[in-house]
């Protein structure tokens, strides 16, 4: 099983970018798929994840109504749209793949390995 984050860049503060997580080995379908963070001296967070069943759960309330997720079973790919970007938002994001959505990062049972966000001006 693979997972593999892109899409992360420098973005001034109030702009966008989309994330991707294009998976292999998995039938996307069938897992629920989260975005979590991790800051520089912070623990990684939970972001957000959508269940098997499309539901969106949000772990972090600072992205409500700037962050979504959205999953393309067809393409096995899974997108993190982040709009109007705070320099908070600053972290190494992660993409990651369970059976069920989990705020906490240690139940996740599949990883990508991580892409730099850096909200700066």
């Known amino acids: 099983v693979q997972l593999q984050a892109s899409g992360g860049g420098l973005v001034q503060p109030g702009g966008s970018l989309r994330l991707s997580c294009a998976v292999l080995?998995?039938?996307?379908?069938?897992?629920?798929l989260g975005w979590f963070r991790q800051a520089p001296g912070k623990e990684r967070e939970g972001v957000l994840c959508?269940?098997?069943?499309?539901?969106?759960?949000y772990y972090t309330d600072s992205v409500k109504g700037r962050f979504t997720i959205s999953r393309d079973n067809a393409k096995n790919t899974f997108y993190l749209q982040m709009n109007s970007l705070k320099p908070e938002d600053t972290a190494v994001y992660y993409c990651?793949?369970?059976?069920?959505?989990?705020?906490?990062?240690?139940?996740?049972?599949?990883w990508g390995q991580g892409t730099q966000v850096t909200v700066s001006s």
């Open positions: 080995g998995l039938t996307l379908d069938d897992y629920a």
């Open positions: 990651a793949a369970d059976p069920g959505c989990d705020i906490s990062w240690s139940m996740y049972d599949y």
């Open positions: 959508i269940s098997s069943s499309d539901d969106v759960v």
